[in-house]
């Protein structure tokens, strides 16, 4: 059966850099480094981008790749004996947990497209606090984020269901590049703000006080969940790979994009945030209660000009999170149609209902089910600490293990270097492979016991 595939480098690397390019980039990453030290955070991200991500790319990309099968079926293939194939079928769910509260987020976002679409954010008389009831309200609506969340699920579905190369290379070639173009069109604006240099100082200056071990755990934390590492998105993106594409190429180009992305994103937002003289902070409240609130204020001397800035922005995050989004519930389809042979439109069909049933009810953690807990966490915010803080490095180490330890070395090399023909990779391959086998899974394993104590 033609499982489908990328037509070049370019899409494939477009479609990789858009499933790393998300909401962690966004409103995450400006904010980690401005927490965590500014540039002497930005160094030890990109020693654990270096040393650990790409082995782990290159591990899982190379069971993909290999084995032109989705997780499962690979660890079947190579280890038909032993356990690693349902600890394999373990990481198949992760990215359908994630896409379940992922999706919400996306619904919240189509909600400040249409806003700055109607020019909403224009009133300057409207307080952050103003800001913040409107965004609650709104979260706690009931109906009106599901309507959302359901219409977010469903553009992921259709694009999904066309398949790999009419829905996703078709949509990712296209978007990925204009998210560049966005974000960085928001970014030379930001900057041309009164006040911006404190926002540039905020992400630069660096501060080797502030780098503690729990700092450096932040960071590889951040660089798994940026990279879309150890739940199978990339093993399965890299089974569409062609067989002569670099493997080394690719995991360090997506990996620059993926940090460019999110450098040029701090620049865009971390200005604005200074200029407005409000303090920076992380997750939901920095993209919906905050900048809503900057959007308004700089109104003052041109509404229409902020609101267009904010249009863009809107645009930016929902592709963000919709590139994202599109490799996790590729991941599960791509199982479905591999192992159980589902046709595509029946896997993208019993999945959307799946993951859009476990999505009403994150989104109802902000309403009726708010006292719902799960270890003191509301749905929402379980379902993301166990799949970011456990289930992600767990999958990274599984896959790291799997490459390093399972598979044979010859079958690694020769992945790698295409037999051979790869020049660069042919000299590297030594450290990879030590990296893989020994640096990689320690690394995890030390993150992994922290986040459990901690
Ligand atoms: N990397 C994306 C981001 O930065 C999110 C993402 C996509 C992801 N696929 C994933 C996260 C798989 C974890 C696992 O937002």
Redesign the pocket.
Known sequence: MDRGNFGNRFTAIMAMAG????????W?FPYMVGQNGGAAFIIVYLFFALFICIPIFLSESVIGKRSQLSTFGAMEKYAPKGQWKWLGLLTVF??LI?ISY?SVVGGWSIEYLLKSLSFSFTDPQLSRDGHSAIFLDFVSSTWKPILLHTAFMGINAIIVMAGVKKGIEKFTKISTPILFLLVVLIMCYSLTLPGAKAGVIYMLKPDFSKLTGSAMLSAMGQA????????G?ILTYASYLKKEESLLHISVLTSVF?LSFALIAGFAIMPAVFAAGIEPGAGPGLIFETLPFIFSTMGLSAPWLSNIVAILFFVTILF??LT??V??LE?GVAYLVDEKKMSRPAAVGLLFAGCWTLGVFCSLSFSSLADFKILGNSLFDFCDKL??NFL?SFGSLLFALFAGWKMKRSDVYDELTNGGTLRGSVKMFGVLYFLIRYIAPLAIILIFATNLIL
């Open positions: 499933s790393a390019i998300g909401l962690g980039n966004i995450r992760t990215p994630i992922y798994f969940f940026s990279l879309s590492l150890g739940v998105c993926d963000a999170a994202s989004s490799s996790m991941t799949t970011s992600m």
